[in-house]
């Protein structure tokens, strides 16, 4: 779900372009170091700022059985010291230096970045170099940092209803592969994580041979390879094991995941299709799914939202969703809100309609045309932010692509025909490799409405 | 993720920083003023424009935003679908939301279709059509909108207490109004707010990107000199939070409380802004560097989120809060809470508490010139603040000036525990709500 949201909002920055002008898209510069690490870097001088971001290609699903949540409980404890940086301080002097420190956990990839004035770039990069390597953990801090993370549980998934139905579809759409699991993890599986599975993951993944810098902003190519070289260059490679995931079996069956729940008040539908991904053999599909995205559900004038919610009037919103940035499969998904009154099996049978419509009689090469050049202009936006550019290309090596794949977007989607569109779309929809999600108050009788002390 | 509502938190709490950008004023043949700055390095241009006003003088609550998603759905010759479409071809990014004091719009578009961008933003402003179909499907989104805020606690936490804090205020309702006032929402009182209050004399702009003060003159005037010269004045009172100190519950079967608590605080205006502004970043704004965050999550583990925020609103001014925590826990919270407000009222920051503040509010300040879009937003809120254009220049000599004094003096005049009146949303335990 994170890795979800997160990955969706990329796409709506970046969806890429095509056409002649924009041969290129970030332009940048990328070496390796003798022990293994990646360097990027994209300049951008607009301001004296940095982004700075190492990007492990490690995740949830990397996870070792019973183990959920620990990729993301290690994640916030790379703020809890080393022997030059003691536990808490590392924000600290982030901020004191006029900067802001973050991280984020996905199912591929764990990352952890710094904005900051461009001339404050070596002490953030002395520092994230120092933890890659020398993280000690204390017992208790563990323990406290465990709890934060039970509480941020709840935040994002106990206390929404439609967080919870999110979590639980992605567990029924995936019949075996870890991107099953949540990946803040399972209550009762983040309850008993210990500082010792923290240091198992942590020795076994985190690496300069299994990561990737990026760095976007007011620097010269030349003087980041030269801080990278004194900082990280120095860092000992290790061997780091392949990262196995289970297969997932043809999915022959649908299924459906109903949550009635007293706390909803707005219902809700939505369907996910297993698809493939940038990293599938049919990875060609990757780019029409893109196109078909847009065209049933980019926008005011997508056709799920013009039928359903501007002709038939019987929903409030629709969409559709297609996130290609995963190192296994990915998914393709469409929603849709009922307008009050509007009973659920009647906007599903509509929404069932038109994807038969597309299915069907298919998608025509106007269609197409006009979804292209939409996603077109999209590229120069995405130039417009520094952070965009880290972002994009470290989620991109973390997930079997390459610079190179980044850089071909435009031509890529350029390349997508009305009858690769189609033919992709008659490939993914199909209810046999799907699961429906539906959302629902629970019935009148056990509601209790929220009371006013 | 990990700290994105920190995040989050921290920026609502940010006055306007500067950075290494030039700002002109342009000021087109009809008298139509634009504060400029220039940047040619990608073929893109932002503009930002705010009319005074906003939700505090609907006719209605939920009135000002209803318009704001009303106005890109037909104008002119277009209808809904023809108006969504030509934005869409032209990846124009064209939108407008209700805030308490304010109607904002904003318009973003590459270089090349800069005329027909800002063609179809004049006929948005001047000539929405507000058709019944668009009207009665925004409304249906609005609604639908409102029964999914009631799912989200945070939201539910934050309607009851500005509810209970403004009581008999326009500030009492929120932006996006109440169900049964959006369903009585008419479409003579839709055109009416745009007619009326989108104004010239209520008006700010901003501008930034690809485009010269010569190219943008003569779009400033084809695109607001046909809007009405003055608007019929803003008579919303001052005005302070009411039932300081009580405590209210809301019932909601969830695992974890939510809570939010506030009191009054600075408006912008006010000759210590500053020092309260360095102040909240010490005890709550600071994300990992704060008091709260130290005491809540660091020390005890009791929350994700722990964080306090300046809110000056035209006529009131806040300091306001939040925190997150499992039932059982979340009177220990409010307790330390309650504490760090009581100790930062009483003895205030420590010297090194103060440095490690203005080092960070002074070096952080260009990490908002992000993006186009994002600097033109500040060009509109240092004009609606009225910060001078040089302020961007400025602003960091205004933290600098802070005293060790002057944040005593501000932290003692505005934090008081007894004060804070609290909201919780969801079944706290050994919690005694007042009210």
């Known amino acids: 779900m994170f890795i979800r949201v997160f990955a969706v909002a990329l796409l709506a920055l970046v969806p890429v372009v095509s056409g002649p002008a924009a041969a290129q898209v970030f332009n940048p510069t990328t070496h390796t170091l003798g022990n293994g690490l990646q360097v990027v870097v994209v300049e951008n001088h607009r301001a004296p700022i940095v982004s700075h971001m190492v990007w492990y290609r490690v995740g949830a699903a990397d996870e070792p059985p019973g183990k959920s949540g620990i990729a993301h409980l290690l994640e916030h404890l790379m703020f809890k010291g080393t022997p030059e940086v003691p536990p808490g301080a590392f924000s600290k002097i982030v901020a004191r230096n006029g900067g802001r420190d973050n991280a984020f956990t996905s199912s591929d990839y764990t990352a952890y970045f710094q904005n900051i004035a461009a001339d404050r770039l070596e002490l953030v990069m002395k520092m994230e170099a120092d933890r890659m390597r020398n993280l000690t953990l204390d017992e208790a801090n563990v323990v406290t940092e465990r709890d934060v993370v039970l509480e941020e549980r709840r935040s994002r998934t106990d206390n929404s209803p439609s967080a919870l139905l999110s979590e639980r579809v992605e567990a029924a ?15 009762s599986e983040v309850a008993a994580l210990n500082r010792e599975d923290a240091l198992d993951y942590y020795r076994r993944w985190y690496a300069p041979n299994n990561a990737i810098l990026v760095v976007a902003g007011d620097v010269r190519p030349e003087e980041v ?11 000992k490679p290790e061997t780091v094991p392949p990262r196995l995931r289970a297969a997932e079996p ?35 599909q990757a780019y029409a799914l893109q196109v078909l995205a847009e065209i049933m559900g980019g926008g005011a004038t997508s056709r799920l939202y013009k039928a359903l919610v501007v002709e038939q009037g019987i929903a409030a919103g629709a969409s559709a969703w297609y996130d290609p940035s995963a190192l296994d499969m990915a998914s393709f998904g469409i929603g849709a809100t009922p307008r009050p009154g509007v009973p659920m099996d009647r906007l599903e049978a509509a929404v069932l309609k038109e994807l038969a419509r597309a299915t069907g009689a298919g998608i025509s090469a106007a269609e197409v045309e006009r979804a292209k050049t939409r996603l077109k202009a999209n590229v120069v936006y995405a130039r417009d932010s520094l952070h965009t550019a880290a972002r994009v290309l470290g989620e991109a090596l973390t997930t079997g692509q390459s610079v190179a794949d980044v850089e071909a977007w435009p031509q890529r989607i350029a390349q997508v025909t009305p009858e690769a569109v189609n033919a992709a779309a008659r490939a993914v929809l199909d209810e046999r490799a799907s699961v429906t999600g539906v959302l629902l108050p629970k019935p009148i009788a056990t509601a209790a409405a929220p009371v006013e002390n | 993720m990990r700290r994105i509502l920190v995040l989050l938190a921290l920026l609502a709490a940010w006055p306007l920083s500067a950075g290494a950008v030039t700002v002109e004023r342009v000021v087109s043949p009809k008298g139509i003023e634009a504060w400029l700055v220039q940047d040619h390095a990608n073929p893109i241009v932002a503009l930002s424009v705010a009319f005074r006003g906003g939700a505090a003088v609907e006719a209605r609550p939920g009135l000002a935003n209803m318009v704001s998603g009303l106005l890109d759905e037909g104008a002119g010759p277009y209808d809904s679908q023809a108006f969504q479409g030509r934005l869409e071809d032209l990846a124009i990014d064209l939108g407008f939301e209700a805030g308490r004091d304010e109607f904002r719009g904003r318009l973003k578009t590459l270089s090349e279709n800069r005329d027909a961008a800002f063609e179809l933003f004049r006929l948005a402003l001047t000539q929405a059509r507000f058709d019944k179909e668009p009207v009665e499907r925004i409304r249906s989104q609005i609604l639908a909108g409102l029964a999914r805020e009631l799912q989200s606690p945070e939201a539910v936490a934050a309607r009851a207490w500005f509810r209970q804090a403004f009581a008999g205020h326009p500030y009492a309702s929120a932006v996006r109004g109440e169900p049964e006032t959006v369903k009585a929402v008419t479409t ?11 104004a010239r004399d209520g008006m700010v702009i901003g501008v930034v990107g690809d485009i010269t003060p010569e190219q943008l003159k003569p779009l400033l005037d084809s695109t607001f000199a046909a809007l009405p010269a003055r608007h019929p004045g803003i008579t919303v009172p001052e005005t302070a939070p009411k039932a300081p100190g009580a405590t209210m519950v809301v019932t909601k079967d969830n695992p974890q409380s939510v809570a ?27 994300g990992f560097s704060s008091r709260l965050t130290e005491q ?88 609606l603040d009225d910060l001078g254009i040089d302020y961007l ?43």
């Open chain 2, 260 to 286: 939010m608590f506030g009191e009054a605080g600075p408006k912008r205006d006010d000759p210590d802004w500053y020092a309260a502004y360095v102040m909240n970043y010490i005890l709550g704004g600071g």
């Open chain 2, 296 to 383: 809540v999550r660091e020390k005890r583990g009791l929350a994700y989120s722990v964080y306090s925020y300046l809110s000056p609103y035209d006529r009131a001014g806040l300091i306001v809060g939040g925190v997150a925590t499992q039932n059982a826990r979340i009177a220990e919270s409010l307790d330390l809470i309650r504490a760090e407000w009581r100790r930062m009222g009483e003895e205030g920051p420590s010297e090194t508490e103060l440095a490690d503040a203005k080092t960070y509010l002074t070096g952080s300040f260009p990490l908002q010139l992000d993006s186009t879009a994002a600097i033109a937003g500040l060009l509109v809120a240092m004009q």
């Open chain 2, 393 to 435: 220049d400025k602003r960091n000599g205004y933290i600098e000036a802070v005293t060790l004094a002057d944040v005593r003096r501000v932290a003692k005049r505005l934090l008081d525990p007894a004060r804070l009146s609290v909201v919780v949303v969801g079944k706290p335990e050994g919690l005694a709500a007042t009210r």
């Open chain 1, 225 to 235: 390879k030269a801080l990278a070289e004194k900082y990280y260059g120095p860092l």
């Open chain 1, 173 to 187: 759409l995936y019949l075996n592969h870890p991107y099953r699991r949540p990946v803040i993890g399972w209550a």
């Open chain 2, 188 to 198: 003579a009182e839709l055109k009416a707010y745009a007619r009326t209050w989108l």
């Open chain 1, 250 to 284: 043809p999915q022959v069956a649908a299924r459906r995941v109903v949550l009635e729940d007293a706390r909803v008040q707005q219902p809700s539908w939505n369907r996910t299709y297993i698809a493939p991904s940038y990293t599938s053999p049919d990875k060609a």
